[in-house]
């Protein structure tokens, strides 16, 4: 186990270690299955998210309310989300690209959206053909309008760290959009690494100015694993108090208009080193190890997490000794 020199805030040294439960959004049904080769049918989307719920997870990305024309893997995001099951302890959450986008899911009846913010302006015009500035005006009015309409949302700094058009971003730039979304009533603000190009030092510096700064409840970080270093950054951000990170069952992900960004970091990874740093995930790893089949299945592109062949070796293990 992690000793208290590690970093790792309100953490107990002795016997197993605990802390408050980690909170998982699961990205793959949306942005795992946003740049794949074959597209699926709402009804195999549903097919997914029913498998993650199966396995414990209480947030899901389900989908986006985007242009079918611009990326067809989201078409039919209505009728996935009206085929999702209603419980009160789980809450799916749209991507939204604009206001068109936000009006679609609420009368979609979505609780919770997402929207995009960018660190940079060649970012902000390879997605949405704005400037920075002039996106983040369209999420200020979207942010006004949820808060009337009872919608949570959150905003995501996307390239908060690289961006593959501009280069390094500037760490003031994001604490700058940080603050600026927090005061307008953001109910969450993530730190999205969009192409893998973070490192852990890096993020420990700027989530430990971010939770100095706003506190940890209301931040997140969104991690791709694109230099086989999305489990070190998740591991960065616990450290500096984070305890809400976004992750894609089997290492879907990709994003289209980010050239570069290859799979986000494996849901199954993630459980597996919080688990075994004493956290209480809420997680079946059995059952998510079957979602990420079952993404591989769907897709035919789902790689798994890096810890598939170890995690396989030692569920068969233990299947075997209690037989």
């Known amino acids: 186990f992690f000793q208290a020199e590690d970093g790792i805030r309100d953490y107990k040294v002795t016997g197993v270690q605990t802390c408050a439960l980690p909170i998982f959004n699961d990205v793959g049904p949306r942005d795992g299955l946003q740049n794949q080769s074959r597209i699926l049918e709402p009804s195999q989307r549903l097919q997914l998210i029913n498998a993650l719920l199966d396995a414990g997870l ?19 995001a209505a009728e996935v989300f009206a085929g999702l099951p209603q419980r009160d302890d789980v809450c799916y959450t749209a991507l939204i690209p604009n206001l068109r986008g936000y009006e679609l899911a609420r009368d979609a009846g979505v609780k919770s959206v997402c929207m995009v913010l960018y660190a940079t302006d060649a970012m902000a015009h390879a997605n949405v053909r704005m400037t920075s500035a002039q996106a983040s005006a369209v999420a200020a009015d979207i942010i006004a309008r949820a808060a009337a309409d009872g919608i949570r949302v959150t905003s995501t700094v996307s390239v908060a760290f690289e961006c593959p058009f501009d280069g390094p971003v500037d760490p003031a730039v994001v604490c700058g959009m940080v603050t600026e979304f927090m005061q307008l009533g953001s109910d969450e603000v993530c730190i999205a690494d969009t192409i893998g190009a973070a490192n852990p030092v890096q993020v420990r510096r700027l989530m430990d100015e971010l939770v100095a700064s706003h506190g940890a409840e209301r931040l997140s970080c969104h991690f791709h694993d694109t230099r086989a270093m999305g489990v070190a950054n998740v591991y960065a951000a616990l450290s500096a108090g984070i305890r809400r990170f976004d992750a894609s069952i089997g290492r879907l992900g990709g994003c289209p208009f980010a050239p570069g960004a290859s799979g986000n970091v494996a849901t199954e990874d993630v459980h597996m080193m919080l688990s075994q740093a004493g956290f209480d995930t809420g997680v079946d790893i059995r059952a998510l190890m079957r979602a990420s089949e079952l993404a591989n299945q769907l897709t035919g592109s789902a790689p798994g997490g890096r810890a598939r062949a170890w995690l396989s070796r030692q569920l068969d293990k233990a299947a075997a000794d209690a037989a």
């Open 58 to 76: 209480k947030r899901i990305e389900a989908g986006a309310f985007v242009s079918p024309k611009a990326v067809p893997a989201m078409a039919g």
